[in-house]
C-alpha cells in the first residue's frame, strides 16, 4: 500500500502525526481481524443473503460519504485552495460510484440497496455529520480514520471471495481498494495543508480518536456476527 502518512501538504500535523499514526494502525488491525472472524463464521454458513447483509451498512456509508463531502465543499470549501476543491470533488464523484457498484453487489446476492441510514451504521453516520458541525477539519479527519480502518478489510474480503466464488465482489471491492488510497492519501494531505492552531490539532485529534472508539465497537467480530444475523 502507498505510504500516504508523510505526504507532501504542510507541516499542520508534524506535532501529531505519531499519534495520528497510532490511532490509524490501530484501526486497520482491528477491522482486520473483524472482517477475518466474519468470513471465518461465513466459511460455516456460506448464505449470500448473509454476505448481502454485510455489505448494506458498507453501501450506506458510500453514499452517506457523498452527502458529508458535498456538504463539506458547500459549506467550507472556498477556505481551501481550489485545486482542494476539485480533489475533494472528484472523491465525492468516486464514492458515488462506489455506492452503485456495492449497490450492485448487494442485488446480484438478493439483497436490497439501503435507502436510509441502515440502525447499525447509524452511530458512524451521526458521528460524521457532528463533526462536520464541529469545525472545517473534523470530518475529514473522522472519515481519513474510518476509510484507513476500512483498508483492514480488503485482504480478508478477497480471500474469502475467492473462496467462495463471488467474482463481481472481488472485482468491485479491487476498484474500490484502488480509490481509497487516493481518499486517504487526500485526507491526511488536506489535514496537513489546513492545520494551523493546536485548536485544530485538537479538533482532528478528537475527531480520530471518536472515530477509533466508534470503529472499535463497530468492527467487532461480536457486532458483526449480530449484524450478519439480523
Ligand atoms: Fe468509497
Ligand atoms: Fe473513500
Known amino acids: 500500500m502507498v505510504d ?8 499542520g500535523l508534524d506535532d501529531i502525526n505519531d499519534e495520528l499514526d497510532e490511532i490509524l494502525d490501530s484501526v486497520v488491525e482491528n477491522t482486520r481481524q473483524a472482517t477475518e472472524a466474519f468470513f471465518a463464521a461465513y466459511d460455516q454458513n456460506p448464505d449470500p443473503k448473509i454476505l448481502a447483509a454485510w455489505l448494506q451498512p458498507r453501501a450506506w456509508r458510500e453514499i452517506d460519504y457523498v ?48 435507502l436510509s441510514t441502515p440502525p447499525e451504521a447509524k452511530p458512524w ?65 488536506v489535514l496537513a495543508a489546513y492545520a494551523k492552531t493546536d485548536t485544530d490539532r485538537e479538533e482532528i485529534l ?5 472515530m477509533r472508539d466508534l470503529a472499535w465497537k463497530t468492527f467487532t467480530p461480536e457486532s458483526v456476527t449480530q449484524a450478519r444475523s439480523a
Open 67 to 114: 452527502f458529508l463531502l458535498n456538504e463539506q465543499i458547500r459549506r467550507y470549501g472556498l477556505a481551501f485552495e481550489r485545486r482542494h476543491i476539485t480533489l475533494l470533488a472528484k472523491q465525492s464523484f468516486q464514492e458515488a460510484e462506489h455506492y452503485e457498484m456495492v449497490g450492485r453487489a448487494i442485488e446480484s446476492l438478493g439483497g436490497k440497496v439501503p
Open 125 to 189: 453516520s451521526d458521528f460524521l455529520w457532528d463533526c462536520l458541525e464541529r469545525h472545517p477539519l473534523a470530518a475529514i479527519a473522522a472519515w481519513n480514520c474510518s476509510e484507513t480502518s476500512a483498508s483492514g478489510s480488503f485482504e480478508p474480503t478477497f480471500r474469502a471471495g475467492e473462496r467462495h466464488g463471488f467474482d463481481e465482489v472481488v472485482r468491485i471491492y479491487k476498484q474500490i481498494e484502488n480509490d481509497e488510497k487516493f481518499h486517504v492519501g487526500l485526507g491526511r494531505q
Open 206 to 210: 478528537r475527531a480520530m480518536r471518536g
Open 4 to 11: 500516504v502518512r508523510r505526504i507532501r501538504g504542510g507541516e
